[in-house]
């Protein structure tokens, strides 16, 4: 009996679809073009946190060693710096590879050939594991007893960790925001496709149907529509990043831009569009159908 009564469930559901082509077919439309927009914007952040990221991977900090030591001393700092938890790595530079790298930054000038590797110190280059402790671990490397000072862009790093900050919490709400647009707008238009079955509604009512009877049909239909409009916009977001990928990479600005590929991103991408879908199908349908209900 109950196997019968989600067969009847699903097959009005299905029934109404086509019933109703024109509303549904804008239904579709109408998550669609929402999940556009919402992708879109959540693929472009998704993207800015990348590059972010990378910034984040290749700020660095120099920390001096302290001219009294000798090479194998300066050397023997390097166990001690990568113990320190937020350390990735601590490479160590000596007075004559930090003169070659100067000189080469300089394209070998020759006002530069003369410098005597003695007039630097050797060093090491630190790279962080997160950058939001960058002030903590410099804090920390300058306390090892053989490191003279250290040289760190504190700045840039707080910066790089603003604006990732920022263009998270953009997305956010950004994508809330058009989550709750896009039900409203798909209620609306449910609605509509059910205000002319309101007195098929109300005869149901009239024979003792419950409401959740009543209901099933029309949320089957609200997540089938759903489930159409996330696989639709699946696959039309696929094609926008496409191309707008291959436009970026023959202007060239990918040299400067870098953009994930989206096969990286379509294990994610595909289920979050899915299960959106289905929330605004199905919320929608509930929402549009609760004021015929009350009869």
């Given at each position: 009996m109950f196997s019968k009564q989600i067969w009847y469930h699903i097959?009005?559901?299905?029934?109404?679809?086509?019933?109703?082509?024109?509303?549904?077919f804008a239904s579709v439309c109408m998550i669609v073009a929402c999940l556009l927009i919402m992708g879109s914007f959540s693929l472009v952040a998704v993207n800015i946190?990348?590059?972010?990221?990378?910034?984040?991977?290749?700020?660095e900090f120099l920390a001096y060693v302290d001219e009294s030591l000798d090479s194998g001393q300066s050397m023997g700092l390097q166990a001690k710096l990568a113990s320190i938890?937020?350390?990735?790595?601590?490479?160590?530079i000596s007075k004559e590879e930090a003169l070659k790298n100067f000189q080469e930054e300089q394209g070998n000038s020759a006002l530069f050939q003369d410098i005597p590797a003695t007039s630097l110190r050797d060093r090491y280059s630190i790279h962080v594991e997160d950058i939001e402790l960058m002030e903590q671990t410099v804090a920390e490397v300058e306390a090892i007893t053989g490191i003279a000072e250290t040289r760190a862009a504190l700045e840039i790093a707080e910066g790089f960790v603003m604006l990732r900050n920022v263009a998270t919490a953009i997305a956010v709400i950004l994508i809330v925001m058009l989550v709750l647009i896009s039900i409203?707008?798909?209620?609306n238009t449910i609605k509509l496709a059910t205000f002319s079955r309101r007195e098929e509604i109300a005869i149901m009512k009239m024979c003792g149907a419950t409401?959740?009877?009543i209901r099933w049909p029309f949320l089957v239909e609200g997540l089938v529509l759903g489930l159409m409009g996330g696989l639709v916009?699946?696959?039309?977001?696929?094609?926008?990043?496409?191309?707008?990928?291959?436009?970026?990479?023959?202007?060239?600005?990918?040299?400067?831009?870098?953009?994930?590929?989206?096969?990286?991103?379509?294990?994610?991408?595909?289920?979050?569009?899915?299960?959106?879908?289905?929330v605004i199908g199905g919320g929608g349908s509930a929402f549009a159908i609760r004021k015929f209900l009350q009869v």
């Open positions: 097959k009005e559901g299905v029934r109404s679809i086509f019933t109703h082509g024109l509303m549904s946190n990348e590059m972010l990221g990378q910034l984040e991977d290749e700020n938890p937020n350390v990735a790595s601590a490479t160590y409203f707008i798909i209620a409401n959740w009877f916009a699946y696959v039309c977001q696929w094609g926008v990043y496409s191309l707008i990928g291959k436009a970026m990479a023959e202007s060239g600005i990918l040299e400067i831009i870098t953009m994930i590929p989206f096969h990286a991103l379509a294990g994610t991408v595909l289920p979050v569009f899915v299960l959106v879908s289905l």
